[in-house]
């Protein structure tokens, strides 16, 4: 299940502590998805799925790019032509 909404540091903070924090990543136009492998945060360095790409992560990353090179069907009104 999937919940939108702004995050507190210190709500993540808690979750790398208590360790439910399973995957952390970025993405931008160059980067696409970018699994996070540490988070540091008060000087304490926190490893993120063991430095490892997580299943959601990956599944991001193989859906976006598949839509991007036309292997996966891109969702209606995703894609416009700029001419």
Request: net charge negative.
């Amino acid at each position: 299940e999937v919940e939108e909404r702004l995050l507190s540091i210190d709500e993540l903070a808690a979750a790398m502590e208590n360790g439910t924090l399973e995957e952390a990543w970025g993405c931008g136009t160059a980067a696409v998805v970018s699994p996070i492998g540490e988070l540091c945060y008060k000087g304490v360095k926190y490893p993120v799925n063991n430095g490892e790409i997580g299943e959601v992560t990956q599944m991001l990353y193989d859906t976006l790019t598949g839509i991007q090179m036309g292997r996966i069907e891109a969702p209606e009104g995703w894609i416009h032509v700029i001419m």
